[in-house]
Every structure is written in structure tokens, then in C-alpha cells.
């Protein structure tokens, strides 16, 4: 295996990870609270300019979700190659490895279909039939009213949990080379 690729994932990706977090987390409060509790317009927007760094202004917006979707994409292809190693390992390993294979593919989806919306509504001007598009995989809507919810939530708990995990891996790890 590339040694770049799995010091980035051990290293890096840790230091990334409250940042892909706090997204993750606004995105599944938003989705929740409007389709469930009926969050208030203004709270949800509230919710969305920090899911998408509108409290950025405008001109950093765009730059913000390219940053965390990127983030998230390196954190999940650098973790893939990993997928195809031998199984073992502890208890944080198999659960993280199994969130792994399991939602690979839907958080991919999620994360570059964020920065598609975001680059084709800043930069590109797509139609609104794409931007539609986009958003339908990005929160799961080809689900359903309902099941977008269950799609966030589901989705959202698999990445704070191969977040959480991996940051177990990390911390066993430092500790391990410290002794």
C-alpha cells in the first residue's frame, strides 16, 4: 500500500475529522428537526449557514464546502485502500472497518454531490433540473419525504461512528508508540 495514502489517513485525516463532524452534525440536525420537529425556518437556515459555511459570507461559502467534501472524499478514498487489507484487529478496527465498507459508496455520494450543488449554484450555473438532482442523492429525497430523513440519520450516525472509531484507532495508536 502507498505509504503517503496511510499516513495521511492515520495522521491527517484525525485532525480533519471535527471539522467533517460539525457538518455531518448540522446536516442531520437540519434534516431532523424540519422533517421531524418542524424546526422554524429561521433556525433551520441558522443550522444550514454553519452546515455550509454561510457564516463565511458569500464569497467563502462556496470554498468551505469544497474544503470539508474534499476533506471528506480524501478521508474515505485514503481509507478505502485500507479496506482491501487483512482483517483483525480490535474491537475500534472491525466496527470501523465495517462502517467502512457499508457506507463508502452512500458517503461519497453525499460528499461530492455536496460540492457539485455548491460549485454549480457559485460557479458553473447549472440548470435547476441538475441542482435538483444533486440534492436528491446529497440528502437521500429519492427516498421520499420520509426516508430522506432516515437517509441523513443513518448516514450522518455511519460517519460520526467511522469518525469516532478512528479517532479510538488514533489515540491507541499515539499511545502504543508512546510507551
Given at each position: 500500500m502507498n505509504r503517503a495514502l496511510m499516513v495521511f489517513h492515520r495522521k491527517v485525516v484525525p485532525?480533519?475529522?471535527?471539522?467533517?463532524?460539525?457538518?455531518?452534525?448540522?446536516g442531520?440536525?437540519?434534516?431532523?428537526?424540519?422533517?421531524?420537529?418542524?424546526?422554524?425556518?429561521?433556525?433551520?437556515?441558522?443550522?444550514?449557514?454553519?452546515?455550509?459555511g454561510g457564516w463565511l459570507g458569500d464569497a467563502l461559502s462556496?470554498?468551505?464546502v469544497l474544503l470539508v467534501g474534499t476533506c471528506l472524499l480524501a478521508a474515505l478514498i485514503t481509507g478505502a485502500v485500507y479496506l482491501f487489507r487483512r482483517g483483525g484487529g480490535?474491537?475500534?478496527?472491525?466496527?470501523?472497518?465495517?462502517l467502512g465498507w457499508v457506507f463508502l459508496l452512500?458517503?461519497?455520494?453525499?460528499?461530492?454531490?455536496?460540492?457539485?450543488f455548491e460549485a454549480g449554484e457559485t460557479w458553473f450555473?447549472?440548470?435547476e433540473s441538475t441542482s435538483k438532482l444533486l440534492?436528491?442523492?446529497?440528502?437521500?429525497?429519492?427516498l421520499g419525504k420520509g426516508g430522506?430523513?432516515?437517509?441523513?440519520?443513518?448516514?450522518?450516525?455511519?460517519?460520526?461512528?467511522l469518525g469516532f472509531s478512528g479517532l479510538a484507532l488514533w489515540k491507541s495508536r499515539k499511545r502504543s508508540s508512546q510507551v
Open positions: 485532525l480533519l475529522f471535527p471539522l467533517i463532524a460539525l457538518t455531518a452534525l448540522t442531520m440536525v437540519y434534516r431532523i428537526g424540519r422533517g421531524w420537529f418542524g424546526m422554524e425556518k429561521k433556525t433551520g437556515d441558522f443550522v444550514l449557514d454553519v452546515h455550509t462556496p470554498y468551505y480490535g474491537w475500534a478496527r472491525r466496527s470501523h472497518r465495517l452512500p458517503l461519497a455520494v453525499t460528499a461530492a454531490t455536496g460540492i457539485l450555473h447549472f440548470p440534492m436528491t442523492l446529497h440528502e437521500g429525497r429519492w430522506r430523513v432516515y437517509y441523513v440519520l443513518v448516514t450522518g450516525s455511519a460517519l460520526l461512528g
